[in-house]
């Protein structure tokens, strides 16, 4: 079994004393960096943006069958934007390893969009991503919990199945460089990939980093994030449960399962920062603490300090604790000015002095619902659409900051990358597994 204690494991394991060498490489980060990231004076204004398309609707074509793999609430309401997108799109599989959800799943999208999927197309079980993929699908959407992405992906792709996934696309170093390899398999095949990362194809948003990109606040210089909330929720343990099935219903309360919320939310602000900056941070320093959290083995906030590889600042900060005050934007400080995003609707750009300079207009479609029209845009049109190693690559900047909290060390992202860290158990089987007993709530300054 693989051990999820990181009191009690060394989190780089070799990766340290081999000098943080390995099967990627310690080039890692430069490859994945903007070409312009050792100039700051370059690194922002010239980039090109690769955009999505961002059409009100997808165009019409091909039929497209969509199969569901994890049918809870996100799950679910990813189907329905996959039917909302355009014309010609049908869901035609369920699968989750639970027979309730793909029910209720089922359910929903029968009332709320007539579409009956068909029984024997509905599949329960650890198995259930292999049949939905099997079944005659073109798109595959992947929305079970982030432990199991990696798997769940390189099966689609292997498939040659367009994929939409949920972020985060890992949850360890070890699903993130298995999510980039087979991200390269993809290109390869000429597959469209789109990921939950939705602000990135919410027009409001888009329309504030082209203000950006066209010089509107100078070169960033740092930048703050923020995704402070209520708890989340969670469920007790029901005495009918198994531990597994236990573990999996209360999935975002478990590190193994979500990656803590700082990679299982927080993603979100990281990946924006990293999406304006133009490359992403090379190490980070920060901590954390459980004040409030009910079950589970995570923190419920974080305060991270992560460093650019020109000296550039970011701060991050993350909470999930109830009474306390919701925040959940980014800030990008800039020689001439400032771009914020407090307002999630109307992002606006403002002066050092705070007065407003410009608004930007609210987005007309929910970035959830235009992720699925960019990717059947993509798929219609054989647009060039992969997203899927740039949201490995934020996944990983959240993981690196989690490490840092989590063991009280500055951690690097090339730490990171050549860290054989792997979370969870070897085996899944909906059983009791003797895996809970091993889980404590890490402790700061006990790194073995």
Request: contains cysteine.
């Amino acid at each position: 079994m693989n051990d999820n204690n990181f009191s009690r494991r060394n989190f780089l394991s070799g990766a340290l004393a081999m000098g943080v060498t390995g099967a990627v490489g310690s080039g890692f980060t430069s490859s994945c960096a903007s070409p312009e990231s050792n100039s700051l004076a370059n690194s922002y204004k010239k980039r090109d943006l690769n955009l999505p398309p961002l059409l009100e609707t997808a165009p019409d074509g091909i039929e497209l069958k969509a199969g569901l793999i994890g049918c809870g609430g996100r799950g679910t309401g990813a189907a329905i934007n996959f039917l909302d997108a355009g014309n010609g799109l049908t869901i035609t599989a369920l699968g989750d390893v639970f027979q309730d959800r793909v029910d209720n799943c089922r359910e929903r999208i029968k009332i709320q969009k007539g579409i009956d999927v068909p029984q024997e197309n509905c599949f329960v079980g650890f198995d259930a991503f292999e049949k939905v993929i099997d079944s005659g699908v073109d798109v595959v959407i992947l929305a079970c919990p982030p432990k199991f992405r990696e798997k769940h992906f390189a099966a689609a792709v292997k498939a040659r199945k367009h994929v939409f996934m949920e972020k985060p696309i890992a949850v360890d170093p070890a699903g993130v460089r298995s999510v980039i390899s087979t991200a390269k398999m993809a290109d390869s095949l000429g597959l469209k990939i789109v990921t939950g990362t939705h602000k990135r194809h919410e027009k409001s948003f888009v329309e504030l980093l082209k203000r950006v990109n066209d010089n509107a606040i100078g070169e960033i210089i740092s930048a703050n994030i923020y995704f402070n909330m209520q708890q989340l929720w969670y469920r007790n343990r029901d005495a009918k449960w198994t531990e597994m099935e236990w573990m999996i219903r209360d999935w975002v309360n478990w590190c193994w399962l979500s990656g803590d919320h700082i990679v299982e939310q927080h993603v979100h602000n990281i990946d924006i920062a990293n999406w304006f900056f133009g490359k992403h941070p090379v190490k980070a320093l920060g901590f954390g603490s459980r004040q409030k959290r009910v079950t589970g083995d995570q923190y419920d906030n974080f305060s991270i300090d992560y460093t650019f590889d020109d000296g550039r600042q970011m701060h991050s900060m993350s909470r999930q604790i109830n009474g306390t005050d919701g925040k959940v934007s980014e800030i990008f400080h800039g020689t001439k000015g400032i771009a914020t995003t407090d307002d999630w609707n109307s992002p606006k750009i403002l002066d050092h002095q705070g007065n407003i300079i410009e608004t930007i207009e609210k987005a007309k479609i929910d970035g959830h619902a235009h992720e699925h029209i960019d990717l059947v845009t993509c798929i219609r049109n054989n647009i060039p659409r992969n997203e899927a190693e740039e949201t490995a690559i934020s996944t990983m900047v959240a993981i690196m900051g989690r490490v840092s909290a989590y063991t009280g060390k500055e951690v690097t992202f090339d730490e990171m990358m050549n860290s054989d860290m792997k979370l969870g158990p070897d085996i899944f089987v909906m059983d009791n597994i003797g895996f809970i007993e091993g889980t404590e709530v890490p402790v700061p300054g006990t790194l073995g």
